[in-house]
């Protein structure tokens, strides 16, 4: 009796050892199954993503927030979703903690004016480009720097970019540059230079446009001999799971959206980027 007791023990803690991995293996995979499609960003890019306190311009509420995000990158996101026939879900997260969320499987797919370069190649997929731009430098108006046309013209200038991008070592191009310490976000690099901290910082130019339409007192200089860069730098697309079968279907979505449309869609984000981003 006893053993046969043993036994209807031992058979029972196998059946839920094996329950709890059958759910384990459930969950793992949870976002794929879900009708949803699960976007990363930082919602602080403005104008690519931003964040705002309403709906207002068609933006999507921040999943777990009662904050909502906005900009190019969701309205993308939105057209991308919409094409998948799926949810869009906008996950609010770092910079450094976007590649994570989605090799983990947090997230689906990252929207977030992210540029294809090789070295992110070797992580993660990327999609054919949904945006293509060209590097300026952010300054104060009225500096010595406002009517620079070459690198030359900052040398020891104090110049920053974000952490962990290209835009920080195209610095070293810069002969004699102060290259400051690399800051993790845009809010906080327009706070530097409006201080006096920086000279200017590195970026792209839709995100300069929106930084002089939201601080008078920037400017955005747009060099005649300037930074050396290759085309996958200066574009940005889609990241995905290495082998994501979402990869062909959203290039088909992207395809249809023309480069005029395009256009059309980052200037109404321009426009509409909160003041308060600045």
């Known amino acids: 009796m ?22 384990g293996a459930s969950s793992s995979s949870a976002v794929e199954d879900q009708n949803v499609f699960r976007v990363g960003l930082e919602a602080g890019y403005p104008p690519f993503n931003w964040t705002q306190t309403d709906d207002s311009n068609g933006a999507v509420q921040i999943d777990g927030s009662s904050e909502y995000a906005g900009g190019y990158d969701v309205e993308i996101a939105k057209k991308i979703a919409e094409g998948l026939g799926k949810e869009l879900v906008v996950v609010k997260l770092e910079w450094d903690g976007l590649l994570p ?5 947090k997230i689906d797919a990252i929207i977030a ?11 993660i997929d990327f999609t054919d480009n949904y ?6 430098i952010v300054v104060r108006k009225g500096s010595k720097y406002e009517n620079a046309t070459s690198l030359k013209d900052f040398t020891g200038a104090k110049i920053t970019a974000q952490l962990n991008t290209f835009h920080y070592e195209v610095i070293d191009q810069i002969e004699g540059v102060v290259k400051e310490t690399a800051m993790d976000n845009f809010p906080a690099m327009r706070v530097a230079l409006e201080s006096g901290m920086i000279d200017g910082y590195v970026s792209e130019r839709p995100e300069a446009i929106s930084a002089i339409a939201a601080n008078g007192n920037f400017a955005m200089v747009e060099l005649t001999d300037g930074f050396e860069t290759s085309d996958d730098d200066t574009a940005v697309a889609v990241g995905l799971k290495k082998g994501s079968p979402l990869r062909d279907k959203i290039n088909e979505i992207l395809s249809q959206i023309s480069e005029e449309e395009r256009q059309s869609i980052m200037d109404e984000a321009i426009k509409n980027q909160p003041a308060a981003d600045n």
């Open 2 to 23: 006893r053993r046969r007791l043993v036994l209807l023990v031992a058979l029972s803690i196998i059946g839920a050892m094996l329950l709890t991995a059958c759910k």
């Open 101 to 105: 969320a989605l090799e983990s499987g």
């Open 113 to 123: 004016g992210m540029s294809p370069t090789a070295e992110r190649a070797k992580a």
């Open 131 to 136: 945006y293509k731009s060209d590097l300026v």
